[in-house]
């Protein structure tokens, strides 16, 4: 089972709707979670993090944590064509001396006009 | 806030050369630097953990003696890809956290496109 998993998408959504990205991870004591954003040919761009379970909001975007379901999510709403890019999620996980984030594999967005 | 920078942000090599790649945290003290590397249209590979004043710590199946890190001060980690192969072309990034950071947040350089002739 992979540690953090995300559908590879493409995720196609008509500009102005909201973009649902979703994640599931696997380690029950993993305590801070991340959304990157990763344009194509471009490094990874943090959006935001959550840490307690509930909503985060933060511009148009919104992170949602569910820690008994071992879920989190990302809604972006008013979807623009610019929010077109795969979306990381991550996770981090101590290891007893070190903390590291695991990425999932990404969603692609697609925005459509 | 929170910027790294990476340089080279593109190298071209022949096969057997060594190359050098510098990640600086421009605006924050970072007590850990990590290195990846990204293949086209996967996602990120966690190469090593760089703490600053110590020796790196690699990933299984990472070869500490190719890839060699420095990290010599808290703004810098070098990575050095030594007598690189076609195989390393690859896009390696890094990513730095702040000595002050309260939920292991990273943010990360631009990246550097290694081409191996």
């Known amino acids: 089972q992979k540690e953090v998993e995300q559908n590879s998408g493409p995720l196609s959504v008509p500009e102005g709707a909201i973009a649902s990205l979703n994640c599931t991870y696997s380690?029950?004591?993993?305590?801070?979670f991340f959304w990157y954003r990763q344009y194509s040919g471009k490094s990874p761009e943090l959006i935001m993090f959550?840490?307690?379970?509930g909503d985060k909001e933060d511009g148009r975007f919104t992170a949602q944590l569910n820690k008994a379901s071992q879920y989190v999510s990302l809604l972006i709403r008013d979807s623009q064509p610019s929010d077109s890019a795969t979306y990381l999620c991550a996770v981090n996980v101590n290891t007893g001396t070190a903390s590291k984030l695991t990425f999932g594999t990404g969603t692609r967005l697609q925005v459509t006009l | 806030g929170a910027v790294v920078s990476q340089h080279p942000s593109r190298v071209i090599c022949k096969s057997g050369t060594s190359v050098k790649i510098e990640c600086r945290s421009l605006?924050?003290?970072?007590?850990?630097m990590f290195w990846y590397r990204q293949f086209p249209k996967k996602s990120l590979m966690l190469m090593a953990t760089?703490?600053?004043?110590?020796?790196?710590?690699?990933e299984q199946g990472v070869e500490k003696d190719k890839f060699l890190i420095n990290h010599a001060s808290l703004t810098l980690s070098t990575l050095t890809v030594t007598s690189a192969h076609p195989e390393d072309s690859s896009f390696y990034i890094c990513?730095?956290?702040?000595?002050?950071?309260?939920?292991?947040?990273?943010?990360f350089g631009p990246g550097t496109r290694l081409t191996v002739l």
């Open positions: 605006d924050f003290q970072a007590t850990t």
């Open positions: 380690d029950r004591g993993s305590q801070s």
């Open positions: 760089s703490n600053e004043g110590s020796k790196a710590t690699y």
């Open positions: 990513s730095a956290r702040a000595l002050a950071a309260s939920y292991n947040e990273q943010f």
């Open positions: 959550i840490y307690s379970n």
